[in-house]
């Protein structure tokens, strides 16, 4: 499966952003959609994922602020940021695969810059 991301950008604190993914090729593996994300000096962390079913989860930092959706006629997906947060601030990664504990598959990254 191929990822494409897109979005991103500059955002103040309190401000939304909205990311984008479409996938193609195999959906085998778009059981599981969601993003990643990773800021300079720390790992990468998985922000929010959806199942092809809608099952959500989110990571607790995100939680009331971000919302991951699924589109599966179009093998889209989207986070929408709300209230972000300078510490949101990050390269993001669409990613997939069959479990969330299974994403083998990755898009190029966009990056996220939150001003305070």
């Known amino acids: 499966v191929q990822l494409q991301a897109s979005g991103g950008g500059l955002a103040q604190a309190g401000g939304s952003l909205r990311l984008s993914c479409a996938a193609s090729g195999s959906m085998f593996w778009t059981n599981v959609m969601g993003w990643w994300r990773q800021a300079p000096g720390k790992q990468r962390e998985l922000v929010a994922t959806?199942?092809?079913?809608?099952?959500?989860y989110y990571v607790d930092s995100v939680k009331g602020r971000f919302s991951i959706s699924r589109d599966n006629a179009k093998n889209t997906i989207a986070l929408q940021m709300n209230s972000l947060k300078p510490e949101d601030t990050a390269t993001y990664y669409c990613?997939?695969?069959?479990?969330?504990?299974?994403?083998?598959?990755w898009g190029s990254g966009t990056q996220v810059t939150v001003s305070s």
């Open positions: 990613s997939a695969g069959t479990l969330r504990s299974n994403m083998p598959a």
């Open positions: 959806i199942t092809r079913a809608g099952e959500t």
